[in-house]
């Protein structure tokens, strides 16, 4: 099995996605940030199942979508880098193809 990275911007989008949420609610707020963070653990098992980005498929970058949030992240040989972790309602190819 594949070893997890997380990007520093992996991690920001993390805690900024945690503080959203524990605005409403903070009990939640760490629940959704560990299951975030299992969907991401999953990735290290067969992660091509996956589907590269739509008209970027040469950058090697996959994406997982998890309930409203797309996981974005990169296959390398003995790891599964996470780039991004985005709301589907965000423009992600302004972030992640400028």
């Known amino acids: 099995m594949k070893r997890l990275v997380f990007t520093d911007e992996a991690e920001s989008d993390l805690e900024a ?3 959203h949420i524990a605005g409403d609610n903070p ?3 760490m629940t959704f940030i560990r299951e975030l963070r299992n969907a991401c653990v999953e990735l290290c098992t067969m992660p091509e199942r996956c589907q590269l980005v739509a008209r ?3 950058s090697g970058i996959r ?3 998890y309930g409203n ?3 974005f992240f990169r296959i390398h ?5 996470v780039l991004h972790i ?3 309602a965000t423009d992600y190819e302004r972030i992640m193809f400028p």
Not at 77 to 81: G, K, L, N, R, S
């Open 17 to 19: 996605i945690g503080d």
């Open 27 to 29: 009990f939640r707020a």
């Open 56 to 58: 970027h498929q040469s």
């Open 63 to 65: 994406r997982r979508v």
């Open 69 to 71: 949030y797309l996981i």
């Open 77 to 81: 040989m003995d790891a599964v880098e």
């Open 86 to 88: 985005l709301h589907g």
